[in-house]
T-cell receptor, first 110, second 112 residues
Framework: GEDVEQSLFLSVREGDSSVINCTYTDSSSTYLYWYKQEPGAGLQLLTYIFSNMDMKQDQRLTVLLNKKDKHLSLRIADTQTGDSAIYFCAESINDYKLSFGAGTTVTVRA | NAGVTQTPKFQVLKTGQSMTLQCAQDMNHNSMYWYRQDPGMGLRLIYYSASEGTTDKGEVPNGYNVSRLNKREFSLRLESAAPSQTSVYFC???????????FGDGTRLSIL
């Protein structure tokens, strides 16, 4: 089946690290993605990881993939107020279809 | 450096009216997609176009039609709008099938 699950809310203090978790079901997914959506805006592709990788780092972002447990996480180091947004995890079901989670709303407090 | 451009950004319709949402990309991508976003449900694929000249149904195609006008443009049409189609509609494109998708800013559609 196609089911991506993620927690709905995360509150983090400015300067701390944020960790957003996601579980997925399709073990054949080629890519797994993290998108960011700010209020009133579209989805911005933040980062993605190919299924044969365990980790990917890009500046303040670290993606960890545990294929055995079908678990994906996004860590944001030194979280800033501009990181407040909704973060969507998505898996590629096939060549054209992405299955999205419901989104995690991250609130950064001073 | 526009990426994916959607028009209009907002629209209010009455039940039964028709409407075409426009999408254009300037990245020379082959594949294009239409999604709808509803609260607490993530995004659901309505239709997609793997390449110019082809279109296929996604998860929730009922009540919609699409046209891949050329490589750049992919439009979504509501022939007879219903309140259940109130949503935020996103267009996306990718270099080809299976590649990361890039999204526009969305069209916020309300049907009364």
């Amino acid at each position: 089946g196609e089911d991506v699950e993620q927690s709905l809310f995360l509150s983090v203090r400015e300067g701390d690290s944020s960790v957003i978790n996601c579980t997925y079901t399709d073990s054949s997914s080629t890519y797994l993605y993290w998108y960011k959506q700010e209020p009133g805006a579209g989805l911005q592709l933040l980062t993605y990881i190919f299924s044969n990788m365990d980790m990917k780092q890009d500046q303040r972002l670290t993606v960890l993939l545990n294929k055995k447990d079908k678990h994906l996480s996004l860590r944001i180091a030194d979280t800033q107020t501009g990181d407040s947004a909704i973060y969507f995890c998505a898996e590629s079901i096939n060549d054209y279809k992405l299955s999205f989670g419901a989104g995690t709303t991250v609130t950064v407090r001073a | 450096n526009a990426g994916v451009t959607q028009t209009p950004k907002f629209q209010v319709l009455k039940t039964g009216q028709s409407m075409t949402l426009q999408c254009a990309q300037d990245m020379n991508h082959n594949s294009m997609y239409w999604y709808r976003q509803d609260p607490g449900m993530g995004l659901r694929l309505i239709y997609y176009s793997a390449s110019e000249g082809t279109t296929d149904k996604g998860e929730v195609p009922n009540g919609y039609n699409v046209s891949r006008l050329n490589k750049r443009e992919f439009s979504l049409r509501l022939e007879s709008a219903a309140p259940s189609q109130t949503s935020v509609y996103f267009c996306a494109s990718s270099e080809r099938e299976g590649q990361p998708q890039h999204f526009g800013d969305g069209t916020r559609l309300s049907i009364l």
